[in-house]
Protein backbone atom coordinates (compact mmCIF):
# COMPACT_ATOMS: atom_id res chain seq x y z
CA UNK A 1 0.00 0.00 0.00
CA UNK A 2 2.89 2.35 1.26
CA UNK A 3 5.48 1.44 -1.37
CA UNK A 4 5.23 3.89 -4.14
CA UNK A 5 4.77 6.60 -1.48
CA UNK A 6 7.68 9.17 -0.16
CA UNK A 7 7.57 11.56 2.60
CA UNK A 8 8.71 15.37 2.42
CA UNK A 9 8.16 16.07 5.49
CA UNK A 10 5.94 19.00 5.46
CA UNK A 11 2.79 19.50 7.26
CA UNK A 12 -0.04 21.09 5.39
CA UNK A 13 -1.97 23.97 7.32
CA UNK A 14 -5.46 23.14 8.25
CA UNK A 15 -7.82 25.09 10.22
CA UNK A 16 -9.63 24.85 13.52
CA UNK A 17 -13.39 24.99 13.12
CA UNK A 18 -14.32 24.27 16.30
CA UNK A 19 -13.17 23.20 19.77
CA UNK A 20 -15.21 20.63 21.72
CA UNK A 21 -13.63 20.93 25.15
CA UNK A 22 -14.35 16.97 26.31
CA UNK A 23 -13.18 17.31 29.76
CA UNK A 24 -10.51 19.49 31.90
CA UNK A 25 -8.12 17.53 30.12
CA UNK A 26 -9.38 16.66 26.90
CA UNK A 27 -10.43 18.64 24.09
CA UNK A 28 -11.47 17.62 20.47
CA UNK A 29 -10.16 19.84 17.40
CA UNK A 30 -12.42 19.90 14.11
CA UNK A 31 -10.34 20.78 11.51
CA UNK A 32 -10.04 21.02 7.82
CA UNK A 33 -6.81 21.34 5.44
CA UNK A 34 -6.73 25.18 4.56
CA UNK A 35 -6.25 24.00 0.76
CA UNK A 36 -10.08 23.43 0.10
CA UNK A 37 -8.83 20.97 -2.66
CA UNK A 38 -6.77 18.91 -0.21
CA UNK A 39 -8.94 18.73 1.92
CA UNK A 40 -12.06 17.50 -0.31
CA UNK A 41 -9.87 14.40 -1.65
CA UNK A 42 -8.28 14.08 1.86
CA UNK A 43 -8.84 10.41 2.83
CA UNK A 44 -8.01 8.28 5.88
CA UNK A 45 -9.56 5.02 7.83
CA UNK A 46 -10.27 4.07 11.79
CA UNK A 47 -7.39 3.42 13.92
CA UNK A 48 -4.87 6.06 11.64
CA UNK A 49 -3.01 8.93 13.16
CA UNK A 50 -2.15 12.08 12.22
CA UNK A 51 1.30 14.14 13.15
CA UNK A 52 -0.12 17.23 14.35
CA UNK A 53 2.30 20.37 14.01
CA UNK A 54 2.08 23.64 16.42
CA UNK A 55 5.18 26.44 15.65
CA UNK A 56 8.39 26.02 17.65
CA UNK A 57 6.41 22.83 19.62
CA UNK A 58 7.20 20.52 16.64
CA UNK A 59 4.96 17.55 15.96
CA UNK A 60 3.32 14.42 18.25
CA UNK A 61 0.84 11.79 16.68
CA UNK A 62 -3.50 12.18 17.27
CA UNK A 63 -5.59 9.25 16.17
CA UNK A 64 -8.41 10.20 14.25
CA UNK A 65 -11.50 10.36 16.57
CA UNK A 66 -13.65 11.15 13.89
CA UNK A 67 -14.95 8.52 11.31
CA UNK A 68 -14.61 8.96 7.51
CA UNK A 69 -17.82 8.28 7.05
CA UNK A 70 -18.92 11.81 7.89
CA UNK A 71 -16.71 13.84 5.51
CA UNK A 72 -15.06 17.31 5.48
CA UNK A 73 -13.57 17.88 8.44
CA UNK A 74 -11.73 15.39 10.44
CA UNK A 75 -11.34 15.57 14.31
CA UNK A 76 -8.42 15.11 16.65
CA UNK A 77 -9.01 14.16 20.16
CA UNK A 78 -6.30 15.39 22.62
CA UNK A 79 -5.31 14.75 26.09
CA UNK A 80 -3.08 17.74 27.60
CA UNK A 81 0.10 15.52 28.62
CA UNK A 82 3.32 18.04 27.55
CA UNK A 83 4.53 21.00 25.92
CA UNK A 84 2.80 20.62 21.97
CA UNK A 85 -0.51 19.20 23.06
CA UNK A 86 -0.71 21.98 26.04
CA UNK A 87 0.19 24.88 23.45
CA UNK A 88 -2.38 23.43 21.51
CA UNK A 89 -5.51 23.48 23.80
CA UNK A 90 -4.89 26.87 24.17
CA UNK A 91 -5.61 27.66 20.26
CA UNK A 92 -9.12 29.08 19.49
CA UNK A 93 -11.28 28.50 16.56
CA UNK A 94 -9.67 30.08 13.40
CA UNK A 95 -6.31 29.13 14.71
CA UNK A 96 -3.91 26.98 12.19
CA UNK A 97 -2.00 23.70 13.06
CA UNK A 98 0.33 21.34 10.58
CA UNK A 99 -1.03 18.02 9.54
CA UNK A 100 1.05 15.42 7.90
CA UNK A 101 -0.76 11.82 7.57
CA UNK A 102 -2.76 9.77 7.12
CA UNK A 103 0.00 6.95 8.87
CA UNK A 104 -0.65 3.89 10.34
CA UNK A 105 -2.34 0.41 9.69
CA UNK A 106 -5.84 1.05 10.53
CA UNK A 107 -8.82 -1.25 11.84
CA UNK A 108 -10.00 -3.52 8.73
CA UNK A 109 -13.47 -2.15 8.84
CA UNK A 110 -14.63 -4.30 5.76
CA UNK A 111 -13.76 -7.43 8.45
CA UNK A 112 -15.84 -5.97 11.00
CA UNK A 113 -18.48 -5.71 8.67
CA UNK A 114 -21.43 -7.80 10.11
CA UNK A 115 -19.42 -8.51 13.78
CA UNK A 116 -20.52 -7.70 17.26
CA UNK A 117 -18.34 -5.01 18.48
CA UNK A 118 -17.07 -5.53 22.42
CA UNK A 119 -15.41 -1.63 22.53
CA UNK A 120 -13.46 -1.40 25.79
CA UNK A 121 -11.51 1.75 26.79
CA UNK A 122 -9.94 4.01 28.93
CA UNK A 123 -10.24 7.85 29.27
CA UNK A 124 -8.66 9.14 25.85
CA UNK A 125 -8.46 5.59 24.52
CA UNK A 126 -12.13 6.32 23.79
CA UNK A 127 -10.71 8.15 20.86
CA UNK A 128 -9.48 6.27 18.56
CA UNK A 129 -12.38 3.90 19.25
CA UNK A 130 -15.10 6.47 18.70
CA UNK A 131 -13.79 6.39 14.72
CA UNK A 132 -14.67 3.24 14.59
CA UNK A 133 -17.81 3.24 16.86
CA UNK A 134 -19.30 5.73 14.58
CA UNK A 135 -18.34 4.27 11.29
CA UNK A 136 -20.01 1.26 12.23
CA UNK A 137 -23.21 2.84 12.94
CA UNK A 138 -22.77 4.55 9.85
CA UNK A 139 -22.61 1.77 7.56
CA UNK A 140 -25.81 -0.75 7.25
CA UNK A 141 -25.68 -3.81 8.21
CA UNK A 142 -23.47 -3.32 11.27
CA UNK A 143 -23.91 -6.03 14.32
CA UNK A 144 -24.58 -5.05 17.73
CA UNK A 145 -22.07 -2.52 19.81
CA UNK A 146 -21.50 -2.86 23.56
CA UNK A 147 -19.51 -0.18 24.78
CA UNK A 148 -17.67 -0.48 28.06
CA UNK A 149 -15.94 3.20 29.11
CA UNK A 150 -14.02 3.75 32.28
CA UNK A 151 -13.18 7.12 33.56
CA UNK A 152 -11.24 8.10 36.92
CA UNK A 153 -13.68 9.94 37.84
CA UNK A 154 -17.56 11.41 36.39
CA UNK A 155 -16.14 14.73 35.22
CA UNK A 156 -13.84 13.03 33.20
CA UNK A 157 -16.21 11.39 31.22
CA UNK A 158 -15.60 12.62 27.83
CA UNK A 159 -17.23 12.36 24.29
CA UNK A 160 -20.84 13.05 26.43
CA UNK A 161 -22.45 14.23 22.78
CA UNK A 162 -21.92 10.40 21.32
CA UNK A 163 -22.46 8.74 24.59
CA UNK A 164 -25.73 10.29 25.13
CA UNK A 165 -26.61 9.45 21.28
CA UNK A 166 -25.32 5.22 21.66
CA UNK A 167 -26.87 4.67 25.16
CA UNK A 168 -30.44 5.79 22.78
CA UNK A 169 -29.35 3.64 19.96
CA UNK A 170 -31.45 0.09 19.48
CA UNK A 171 -28.53 -1.23 18.39
CA UNK A 172 -26.20 -0.24 21.36
CA UNK A 173 -25.22 -1.00 24.56
CA UNK A 174 -23.08 1.61 26.52
CA UNK A 175 -22.16 1.13 29.83
CA UNK A 176 -20.12 3.53 31.83
CA UNK A 177 -17.48 2.93 35.04
CA UNK A 178 -15.52 5.34 37.37
CA UNK A 179 -12.64 4.97 39.45
CA UNK A 180 -13.76 7.32 42.20
CA UNK A 181 -17.30 8.40 42.39
CA UNK A 182 -18.29 12.12 43.02
CA UNK A 183 -21.57 13.49 44.16
CA UNK A 184 -24.62 12.93 41.76
CA UNK A 185 -23.05 9.63 40.23
CA UNK A 186 -24.95 6.10 40.72
CA UNK A 187 -23.62 4.37 38.66
CA UNK A 188 -21.10 1.37 38.85
CA UNK A 189 -17.47 2.18 40.70
CA UNK A 190 -14.32 0.24 39.60
CA UNK A 191 -12.02 -1.27 36.53
CA UNK A 192 -13.47 -1.67 33.32
CA UNK A 193 -12.87 -5.24 33.68
CA UNK A 194 -15.22 -5.06 36.19
CA UNK A 195 -18.06 -4.53 33.97
CA UNK A 196 -16.79 -7.46 31.56
CA UNK A 197 -18.67 -10.12 33.26
CA UNK A 198 -22.10 -8.05 33.36
CA UNK A 199 -22.55 -7.81 29.54
CA UNK A 200 -23.89 -10.35 27.40
CA UNK A 201 -21.44 -11.47 24.58
CA UNK A 202 -20.83 -13.87 22.20
CA UNK A 203 -17.26 -14.41 21.57
CA UNK A 204 -17.55 -15.99 18.31
CA UNK A 205 -19.44 -13.76 16.29
CA UNK A 206 -17.60 -10.63 18.34
CA UNK A 207 -14.92 -8.69 17.90
CA UNK A 208 -13.24 -7.01 20.40
CA UNK A 209 -11.40 -3.06 20.78
CA UNK A 210 -9.52 -1.74 23.50
CA UNK A 211 -7.79 1.18 23.88
CA UNK A 212 -6.44 2.98 27.18
CA UNK A 213 -3.72 3.07 29.91
CA UNK A 214 -1.18 0.28 28.75
CA UNK A 215 -2.37 -1.47 32.58
CA UNK A 216 -5.94 -1.48 31.41
CA UNK A 217 -5.27 -3.01 27.88
CA UNK A 218 -2.82 -5.65 29.83
CA UNK A 219 -5.65 -6.38 32.03
CA UNK A 220 -8.76 -6.07 29.50
CA UNK A 221 -6.50 -8.67 26.91
CA UNK A 222 -6.25 -11.28 29.00
CA UNK A 223 -9.94 -10.85 30.69
CA UNK A 224 -11.04 -11.06 26.90
CA UNK A 225 -9.09 -14.13 26.50
CA UNK A 226 -10.42 -16.06 29.57
CA UNK A 227 -13.73 -15.35 28.24
CA UNK A 228 -13.02 -16.76 25.02
CA UNK A 229 -11.99 -14.43 22.73
CA UNK A 230 -9.75 -15.52 20.10
CA UNK A 231 -6.79 -13.87 19.61
CA UNK A 232 -7.19 -12.80 16.41
CA UNK A 233 -10.73 -11.14 16.95
CA UNK A 234 -8.88 -9.17 20.31
CA UNK A 235 -7.62 -5.59 18.76
CA UNK A 236 -6.14 -2.80 20.41
CA UNK A 237 -4.17 0.59 19.19
CA UNK A 238 -1.20 1.61 21.06
CA UNK A 239 0.03 4.89 21.87
CA UNK A 240 4.10 5.88 21.37
CA UNK A 241 6.03 8.48 20.82
CA UNK A 242 6.98 9.31 17.30
CA UNK A 243 8.95 11.27 15.67
CA UNK A 244 8.64 10.38 11.26
CA UNK A 245 5.62 8.18 11.35
CA UNK A 246 6.88 6.19 8.12
CA UNK A 247 8.63 3.32 10.09
CA UNK A 248 12.56 5.44 10.14
CA UNK A 249 13.33 6.92 12.95
CA UNK A 250 12.67 4.08 15.54
CA UNK A 251 11.58 5.99 18.16
CA UNK A 252 8.37 3.81 18.51
CA UNK A 253 10.11 0.83 18.32
CA UNK A 254 8.37 -2.42 20.47
CA UNK A 255 10.14 -5.52 19.95
CA UNK A 256 10.59 -6.18 16.20
CA UNK A 257 7.95 -3.91 15.21
CA UNK A 258 7.68 -0.16 14.66
CA UNK A 259 4.22 0.85 16.13
CA UNK A 260 3.70 3.66 13.37
CA UNK A 261 3.95 1.44 10.97
CA UNK A 262 3.40 -2.18 12.00
CA UNK A 263 0.56 -0.61 13.84
CA UNK A 264 -0.46 1.25 15.54
CA UNK A 265 -3.65 -1.37 15.51
CA UNK A 266 -2.27 -4.72 16.54
CA UNK A 267 -4.25 -8.09 17.06
CA UNK A 268 -3.46 -9.47 20.76
CA UNK A 269 -2.09 -12.57 18.32
CA UNK A 270 0.03 -10.61 16.86
CA UNK A 271 1.36 -9.08 20.03
CA UNK A 272 1.69 -12.22 21.89
CA UNK A 273 4.26 -12.90 19.43
CA UNK A 274 6.52 -10.00 21.17
CA UNK A 275 7.44 -9.04 24.42
CA UNK A 276 3.84 -7.81 26.30
CA UNK A 277 6.05 -6.05 29.02
CA UNK A 278 6.86 -3.29 26.95
CA UNK A 279 3.46 -1.74 26.31
CA UNK B 1 33.90 -0.21 -25.76
CA UNK B 2 30.79 -2.48 -25.94
CA UNK B 3 28.17 -3.11 -23.08
CA UNK B 4 29.08 -7.02 -23.27
CA UNK B 5 32.79 -6.02 -22.44
CA UNK B 6 31.65 -4.65 -19.13
CA UNK B 7 31.40 -8.06 -17.52
CA UNK B 8 35.45 -8.03 -17.36
CA UNK B 9 37.47 -6.10 -15.22
CA UNK B 10 39.60 -3.40 -15.89
CA UNK B 11 43.34 -2.08 -14.88
CA UNK B 12 43.94 1.67 -13.71
CA UNK B 13 47.06 2.64 -13.43
CA UNK B 14 48.50 4.29 -10.33
CA UNK B 15 49.60 6.72 -12.37
CA UNK B 16 46.52 7.43 -14.23
CA UNK B 17 44.17 7.84 -10.77
CA UNK B 18 44.67 11.52 -10.07
CA UNK B 19 43.82 12.24 -14.03
CA UNK B 20 41.14 9.99 -13.65
CA UNK B 21 39.36 11.63 -10.21
CA UNK B 22 40.16 14.76 -11.84
CA UNK B 23 37.75 14.08 -14.78
CA UNK B 24 35.63 12.69 -12.48
CA UNK B 25 35.63 15.48 -10.40
CA UNK B 26 33.99 17.90 -13.61
CA UNK B 27 30.43 16.83 -13.35
CA UNK B 28 30.58 15.72 -9.38
CA UNK B 29 31.47 16.44 -5.92
CA UNK B 30 34.31 14.25 -5.52
CA UNK B 31 34.23 12.48 -1.65
CA UNK B 32 37.35 10.80 -0.63
CA UNK B 33 39.46 9.64 3.04
CA UNK B 34 42.02 12.52 3.72
CA UNK B 35 44.32 12.81 6.48
CA UNK B 36 44.45 16.22 8.01
CA UNK B 37 46.77 18.15 9.85
CA UNK B 38 45.84 16.44 12.86
CA UNK B 39 46.16 13.33 11.55
CA UNK B 40 43.11 12.17 11.17
CA UNK B 41 41.48 10.50 8.65
CA UNK B 42 38.04 11.55 7.28
CA UNK B 43 36.14 11.43 4.43
CA UNK B 44 35.46 15.02 3.16
CA UNK B 45 35.00 16.52 -0.29
CA UNK B 46 37.86 17.51 -2.50
CA UNK B 47 38.14 20.84 -3.67
CA UNK B 48 41.95 20.42 -4.84
CA UNK B 49 43.11 17.00 -5.84
CA UNK B 50 46.53 18.78 -5.49
CA UNK B 51 46.49 19.91 -2.27
CA UNK B 52 44.77 17.17 -0.23
CA UNK B 53 47.10 13.64 -0.45
CA UNK B 54 43.95 11.06 -0.49
CA UNK B 55 44.67 8.23 2.01
CA UNK B 56 43.81 4.66 0.50
CA UNK B 57 46.00 3.14 3.67
CA UNK B 58 44.07 4.13 6.66
CA UNK B 59 40.67 3.19 8.05
CA UNK B 60 39.12 6.60 7.76
CA UNK B 61 37.49 7.48 11.31
CA UNK B 62 33.97 8.51 10.05
CA UNK B 63 31.84 6.45 6.81
CA UNK B 64 29.93 8.24 4.28
CA UNK B 65 26.49 8.13 6.54
CA UNK B 66 26.83 11.65 7.59
CA UNK B 67 26.97 12.61 3.53
CA UNK B 68 23.70 11.10 2.85
CA UNK B 69 22.23 11.42 6.31
CA UNK B 70 23.82 14.26 7.57
CA UNK B 71 24.26 14.23 11.63
CA UNK B 72 22.15 17.93 11.22
CA UNK B 73 19.99 18.65 8.64
CA UNK B 74 16.86 20.90 8.03
CA UNK B 75 13.79 19.08 6.80
CA UNK B 76 11.77 22.55 6.52
CA UNK B 77 11.49 26.20 7.58
CA UNK B 78 8.35 27.24 9.20
CA UNK B 79 6.67 30.92 9.52
CA UNK B 80 3.18 32.13 11.15
CA UNK B 81 1.99 35.09 9.45
CA UNK B 82 -1.35 36.19 8.05
CA UNK B 83 -0.93 33.66 5.87
CA UNK B 84 -1.18 31.40 8.61
CA UNK B 85 1.24 28.42 9.68
CA UNK B 86 3.38 27.45 6.81
CA UNK B 87 5.95 25.13 5.99
CA UNK B 88 8.36 25.66 3.42
CA UNK B 89 11.29 23.22 1.83
CA UNK B 90 14.83 24.62 2.29
CA UNK B 91 15.79 24.06 -1.67
CA UNK B 92 18.78 23.15 -1.70
CA UNK B 93 19.47 20.68 -4.17
CA UNK B 94 22.10 18.05 -3.43
CA UNK B 95 25.58 17.64 -6.24
CA UNK B 96 26.17 14.88 -7.82
CA UNK B 97 29.02 13.24 -5.84
CA UNK B 98 31.20 10.54 -6.32
CA UNK B 99 31.99 8.49 -2.96
CA UNK B 100 35.78 7.43 -3.68
CA UNK B 101 37.91 4.87 -1.78
CA UNK B 102 34.81 3.12 0.30
CA UNK B 103 35.40 0.25 2.33
CA UNK B 104 33.40 -2.89 1.86
CA UNK B 105 31.20 -2.40 5.39
CA UNK B 106 30.78 1.24 4.53
CA UNK B 107 30.15 0.64 1.23
CA UNK B 108 27.11 -2.34 2.84
CA UNK B 109 26.35 0.47 5.02
CA UNK B 110 25.17 2.63 2.09
CA UNK B 111 23.06 -0.11 0.66
CA UNK B 112 21.46 -0.74 4.10
CA UNK B 113 20.77 2.91 4.72
CA UNK B 114 19.24 2.73 1.08
CA UNK B 115 16.62 -0.36 2.18
CA UNK B 116 16.55 1.90 5.90
CA UNK B 117 14.83 5.16 3.88
CA UNK B 118 13.62 4.24 0.42
CA UNK B 119 12.64 0.03 1.19
CA UNK B 120 8.79 1.73 2.26
CA UNK B 121 7.88 4.93 1.90
CA UNK B 122 10.46 6.92 0.16
CA UNK B 123 12.73 9.27 2.74
CA UNK B 124 12.90 12.01 0.29
CA UNK B 125 15.89 13.80 2.06
CA UNK B 126 17.67 10.78 1.87
CA UNK B 127 16.61 9.94 -1.87
CA UNK B 128 17.54 13.35 -3.38
CA UNK B 129 21.32 12.81 -2.04
CA UNK B 130 21.37 9.25 -2.56
CA UNK B 131 19.88 9.47 -6.22
CA UNK B 132 22.68 11.40 -8.01
CA UNK B 133 25.59 9.32 -6.15
CA UNK B 134 28.02 7.33 -7.39
CA UNK B 135 29.69 4.65 -4.79
CA UNK B 136 33.48 3.60 -6.03
CA UNK B 137 34.79 0.75 -3.51
CA UNK B 138 38.08 0.19 -2.47
CA UNK B 139 38.47 -3.72 -1.31
CA UNK B 140 40.56 -4.26 2.01
CA UNK B 141 43.81 -5.87 1.58
CA UNK B 142 45.04 -5.82 4.84
CA UNK B 143 41.98 -5.75 7.75
CA UNK B 144 42.41 -3.14 10.41
CA UNK B 145 42.86 -3.83 14.14
CA UNK B 146 39.40 -4.05 15.19
CA UNK B 147 37.69 -5.13 11.54
CA UNK B 148 35.23 -8.20 11.45
CA UNK B 149 33.70 -7.72 8.39
CA UNK B 150 34.21 -11.46 7.60
CA UNK B 151 32.17 -12.53 10.50
CA UNK B 152 29.40 -10.24 9.52
CA UNK B 153 29.67 -11.08 5.73
CA UNK B 154 30.59 -7.50 4.48
CA UNK B 155 33.63 -7.87 2.99
CA UNK B 156 36.84 -8.12 3.43
CA UNK B 157 36.24 -8.05 -0.31
CA UNK B 158 32.66 -7.22 -2.14
CA UNK B 159 31.14 -8.74 -5.39
CA UNK B 160 28.27 -6.54 -5.65
CA UNK B 161 26.27 -3.63 -4.22
CA UNK B 162 28.85 -1.14 -5.83
CA UNK B 163 29.05 1.31 -8.71
CA UNK B 164 33.07 0.53 -9.23
CA UNK B 165 35.66 -1.75 -6.84
CA UNK B 166 39.20 -0.98 -6.77
CA UNK B 167 41.34 -3.33 -5.78
CA UNK B 168 45.12 -2.27 -5.00
CA UNK B 169 46.99 -4.58 -6.68
CA UNK B 170 50.88 -2.49 -6.28
CA UNK B 171 51.16 -0.32 -8.79
CA UNK B 172 48.05 -0.47 -10.55
CA UNK B 173 44.04 -0.55 -9.67
CA UNK B 174 41.84 -3.61 -10.73
CA UNK B 175 38.20 -2.03 -11.48
CA UNK B 176 35.10 -3.94 -11.41
CA UNK B 177 31.95 -2.80 -12.64
CA UNK B 178 29.01 -2.99 -10.15
CA UNK B 179 25.82 -0.85 -10.90
CA UNK B 180 24.87 0.62 -14.36
CA UNK B 181 26.49 4.37 -12.83
CA UNK B 182 29.81 2.80 -12.84
CA UNK B 183 29.70 1.87 -16.23
CA UNK B 184 28.63 4.90 -17.80
CA UNK B 185 31.32 6.37 -15.10
CA UNK B 186 34.17 4.01 -17.20
CA UNK B 187 32.62 4.61 -20.46
CA UNK B 188 32.84 8.26 -20.24
CA UNK B 189 36.52 8.07 -19.06
CA UNK B 190 37.69 5.00 -21.10
CA UNK B 191 40.79 6.27 -22.02
CA UNK B 192 42.34 5.92 -18.39
CA UNK B 193 41.59 1.87 -18.27
CA UNK B 194 42.76 -0.79 -20.51
CA UNK B 195 41.55 -4.78 -19.86
CA UNK B 196 42.98 -6.74 -17.08
CA UNK B 197 44.86 -9.57 -17.85
CA UNK B 198 44.01 -13.50 -16.37
CA UNK B 199 47.42 -12.66 -13.70
CA UNK B 200 45.62 -9.72 -12.43
CA UNK B 201 42.80 -11.38 -11.15
CA UNK B 202 44.63 -14.21 -10.10
CA UNK B 203 46.81 -11.58 -8.05
CA UNK B 204 42.74 -10.06 -6.76
CA UNK B 205 42.28 -13.65 -5.62
CA UNK B 206 45.30 -14.27 -3.84
CA UNK B 207 45.03 -10.86 -1.83
CA UNK B 208 41.29 -11.63 -0.82
CA UNK B 209 42.70 -15.12 0.46
CA UNK B 210 45.11 -13.13 2.25
CA UNK B 211 43.01 -10.62 3.58
CA UNK B 212 40.64 -13.29 4.67
CA UNK B 213 43.57 -14.49 6.63
CA UNK B 214 44.32 -11.17 8.19
CA UNK B 215 41.82 -10.39 10.95
CA UNK B 216 43.25 -10.21 14.79
CA UNK B 217 40.05 -10.85 16.16
CA UNK B 218 37.91 -13.59 16.59
CA UNK B 219 34.22 -12.77 16.49
CA UNK B 220 31.68 -15.05 15.92
CA UNK B 221 28.75 -13.51 15.28
CA UNK B 222 26.83 -16.25 13.72
CA UNK B 223 26.80 -17.91 17.00
CA UNK B 224 25.11 -14.81 18.70
CA UNK B 225 22.39 -14.96 16.05
CA UNK B 226 22.10 -17.88 16.76
CA UNK B 227 21.70 -17.98 20.11
CA UNK B 228 20.07 -15.07 20.24
CA UNK B 229 17.24 -16.21 17.69
CA UNK B 230 16.69 -19.29 20.17
CA UNK B 231 16.30 -16.68 23.19
CA UNK B 232 19.79 -18.40 24.67
CA UNK B 233 21.44 -15.20 25.42
CA UNK B 234 21.17 -15.27 29.68
CA UNK B 235 19.78 -12.02 31.55
CA UNK B 236 23.02 -11.85 32.65
CA UNK B 237 24.73 -10.93 30.06
CA UNK B 238 22.53 -7.75 29.35
CA UNK B 239 22.24 -6.58 33.21
CA UNK B 240 26.48 -6.66 32.74
CA UNK B 241 26.43 -4.51 29.68
CA UNK B 242 23.98 -2.14 30.72
CA UNK B 243 25.65 -1.35 34.01
CA UNK B 244 29.12 -0.46 32.10
CA UNK B 245 27.60 1.24 29.04
CA UNK B 246 27.14 5.27 30.10
CA UNK B 247 24.81 6.08 27.92
CA UNK B 248 27.04 8.56 25.61
CA UNK B 249 25.85 7.14 21.85
CA UNK B 250 29.52 7.00 20.50
CA UNK B 251 28.50 3.75 19.57
CA UNK B 252 25.48 5.41 17.45
CA UNK B 253 27.01 8.43 16.14
CA UNK B 254 30.27 6.38 14.76
CA UNK B 255 27.95 3.32 13.73
CA UNK B 256 27.96 3.48 9.52
CA UNK B 257 24.26 1.70 9.91
CA UNK B 258 22.67 3.43 12.57
CA UNK B 259 20.32 5.59 11.59
CA UNK B 260 17.66 6.80 14.52
CA UNK B 261 16.79 10.22 14.38
CA UNK B 262 14.97 13.19 16.41
CA UNK B 263 12.79 15.96 14.89
CA UNK B 264 13.04 19.09 16.53
CA UNK B 265 11.94 22.89 16.05
CA UNK B 266 14.51 25.76 16.56
CA UNK B 267 12.97 29.11 16.45
CA UNK B 268 14.25 31.87 14.54
CA UNK B 269 12.47 34.48 15.63
CA UNK B 270 8.72 34.65 17.52
CA UNK B 271 7.15 33.65 14.30
CA UNK B 272 9.89 31.68 11.96
CA UNK B 273 12.40 28.92 12.52
CA UNK B 274 13.79 25.38 10.46
CA UNK B 275 12.74 22.05 11.76
CA UNK B 276 15.55 20.20 12.12
CA UNK B 277 16.51 16.20 11.80
CA UNK B 278 19.06 15.20 14.06
CA UNK B 279 21.07 12.07 14.91
CA UNK B 280 19.50 10.32 17.84
CA UNK B 281 20.15 7.05 19.37
CA UNK B 282 17.93 4.41 20.70
CA UNK B 283 20.36 3.61 23.58
CA UNK B 284 19.37 7.66 25.42
CA UNK B 285 16.57 7.12 28.74
CA UNK B 286 14.54 9.73 27.00
CA UNK B 287 14.33 7.73 23.27
CA UNK B 288 10.96 6.32 24.01
CA UNK B 289 9.51 8.48 26.40
CA UNK B 290 5.95 9.99 25.93
CA UNK B 291 4.50 13.13 26.77
CA UNK B 292 3.08 13.01 30.27
CA UNK B 293 5.86 10.64 31.34
CA UNK B 294 5.34 6.84 30.72
CA UNK B 295 8.07 5.30 29.03
CA UNK B 296 7.79 1.89 27.69
CA UNK B 297 11.29 1.08 27.58
CA UNK B 298 11.94 1.93 31.09
CA UNK B 299 15.08 0.35 32.09
CA UNK B 300 18.93 0.98 30.50
CA UNK B 301 18.72 -2.94 30.49
CA UNK B 302 15.98 -2.41 27.94
CA UNK B 303 17.60 0.33 25.88
CA UNK B 304 20.75 -1.67 25.46
CA UNK B 305 18.74 -5.02 23.86
CA UNK B 306 16.67 -2.75 22.03
CA UNK B 307 20.18 -2.24 20.59
CA UNK B 308 21.99 -5.38 19.81
CA UNK B 309 18.31 -7.13 19.24
CA UNK B 310 17.79 -4.24 16.09
CA UNK B 311 21.23 -5.21 14.97
CA UNK B 312 21.74 -9.03 15.49
CA UNK B 313 17.98 -10.41 15.73
CA UNK B 314 15.10 -8.05 13.66
CA UNK B 315 17.24 -7.13 11.15
CA UNK B 316 18.52 -10.89 10.61
CA UNK B 317 14.74 -11.56 10.34
CA UNK B 318 13.13 -9.00 8.34
CA UNK B 319 16.13 -8.53 5.91
CA UNK B 320 17.91 -11.64 6.25
CA UNK B 321 21.86 -10.57 7.33
CA UNK B 322 22.38 -8.48 10.80
CA UNK B 323 22.72 -5.10 9.99
CA UNK B 324 26.48 -4.65 12.17
CA UNK B 325 28.94 -4.40 9.34
CA UNK B 326 31.77 -5.26 11.12
CA UNK B 327 33.55 -1.83 10.51
CA UNK B 328 35.02 -2.12 14.29
CA UNK B 329 34.73 1.36 15.08
CA UNK B 330 32.34 0.99 17.91
CA UNK B 331 35.26 -1.25 19.59
CA UNK B 332 37.36 1.58 19.67
CA UNK B 333 35.10 4.61 20.67
CA UNK B 334 33.21 2.64 23.34
CA UNK B 335 35.40 3.63 26.42
CA UNK B 336 32.65 1.56 28.95
CA UNK B 337 33.42 -1.79 26.97
CA UNK B 338 29.95 -2.43 25.63
CA UNK B 339 30.54 -2.58 22.07
CA UNK B 340 29.10 -5.60 19.58
CA UNK B 341 32.49 -7.62 19.92
CA UNK B 342 31.94 -7.52 23.72
CA UNK B 343 28.30 -8.61 23.27
CA UNK B 344 29.01 -11.12 20.59
CA UNK B 345 31.47 -12.22 22.37
CA UNK B 346 29.52 -12.54 25.95
CA UNK B 347 26.26 -14.02 23.44
CA UNK B 348 28.23 -16.31 22.01
CA UNK B 349 29.24 -18.25 25.49
CA UNK B 350 27.51 -20.75 26.78
Not at chain 2, 288 to 298: E, I, Q, Y
Request: with cysteine; hydrophobic share 40%; net charge neutral.
Amino acid sequence: MSLMRSEDYLPRPAVIQKIIAENSQIKTFVLALADQQANQAFTYRPGQFMMVSLPHRGEAPISFSSTPTRPGTIELSVRRAGSLTAAMHALQAGDQVGLRGPYGRPFVMEDLQGRDLLVVAGGIGLAPLRSVINGCLDTPGHGKLTILYGSRVPSDIAFRGDIDIWQHHPAVTCHLTVDAPEPGWDGPVGLVTGLLGQVKVDPASSTALVCGPPVMIAAVLTALGKMGFADEEILTTMERHMKCGIGVCRHCHLDSKLVCVDGPVFSRAQLKKLQMDRL
Amino acid sequence: MRDDAMDQAFILAKDHLKSFLRKVKKGHRLVAPVTNQHNDTLFCTINHLDRVPINLTEQAQNGIKSFLFPQQETLATYAVSADGYRFNRTDVRPEPTVYFGVRPCDLMAVLYMDVVFMGGVKDQHYLEKRQDSVLIGLNCNAPFANCFCSATKSGPFLETGFDLMFTDLGDRFLVEVGRPKGREMLQAWQQFFTPAEAEDTRAQYQLSLEAMAGFRLDVYADQAIQRLAAGLVPESVWEQLSLRCQDCAGCAYICPTCTCFTIVDRPAGPDCGERLRSWDACTFAGFTRLAGGHNPVAHKIHAIQTRFLHKLKYDVDKHGRPSCVGCGRCVGICFGGTDIVRFIKMAGED
